[in-house]
């Protein structure tokens, strides 16, 4: 045994021994090394020595180095937390993103509106039809379509019919513009149609206008409402004297300088059908889908059979149809 001890160490180091003991026998047997270890134990927990183990030329073990120390752990780690918050806040989570293949997701921005005009639209009445075509006669004072300004003539349509609290369908043409909210692709997978309500047709309709027609230059997309599960059609188009020619069909691609516009056309030939639509899409390789609707609501579909009525703009009379 070392003589250079303390007293107090050689005092210390025995009464660990004899504890951990459990006879004399053992302590005989096992002694020397535990001895030894109860040295090291002194000189961790600085012991009841004057220095041991104090890291100030002690005979114990040399003191815990001061940066693996708990304190200094612990603050170390906060400041990496707050370093690396700072960076993400920075754009870091981007420089991240790249170098773990997660792509960045720019969802499609989605504009829709009516294209039912009150000049040559279909207008739901609320009152008779020779109630509604009186007020016209009256408003109109004699002008035929357009001839005193366009302008000022959609207005006094648009006063009449809501005046007389007749209705325009939201949902029978529809223009949907899409594009990216940035430079990024995103890809048009589909389209689909969820139908809202159906109500029976109450009251009359009837045409307002004159030399109404002629084709839209863009994709256009019908859905029938009047079948069980219905879905969008792309349809195909001409202009006159030209091969019709099997339109594109989805998918398409988009971005912020490269949109799309769709034509919606909800069809029914008995019942008022309110519906909106879901486009689905896919962008940075993640897939999404975006609600089509009027502003929230449902767009709304009147029947397409002809109407009871036609109030002829041309000479200002109302006309029965076929």
Known sequence: MKTGAEPAERQDAAHVWMLRSPD??????????RTARARRLIAITGGTGS??????????????QWWRRPAVLAGAGAIAVAVLSGWIQQGGATVASLLFGDEEIAEPVVHAKTMEPDFCGVWHLNKSASVVSGELKKK??????????????????FDVRKATGSDLPSGNTVEVTIEGSNDKAVILNSLDIVVRKRSALSG???LVGSGCGGGIAARRYVVDLDKSNPHFEVVEESSPGEKVTKP????????????EVFILEGATKGE????????????????GSTEISDGGKPFVSFPEAPAGYSFNTDVNKLENLP
């Open 51 to 64: 220095g041991e183990g104090s890291g100030s030329g002690g005979t114990g073990g040399a003191a815990v």
């Open 248 to 259: 594109v069909d989805f998918p398409y691609r988009v971005s912020s300088g490269d949109p």
């Open 24 to 33: 004399r026998s053992s302590a005989k047997r096992y002694g020397p090394s």
């Open 140 to 157: 109109l004072n004699g002008r035929t379509s357009f001839e005193s300004g366009e302008a000022d003539y959609r207005k006094t349509l």
């Open 204 to 206: 009359d309709l009837m």
């Open 272 to 287: 008022i059908i309110e519906w909106k639509a879901t486009l689905n899409w896919t962008s940075g390789g993640k897939e």
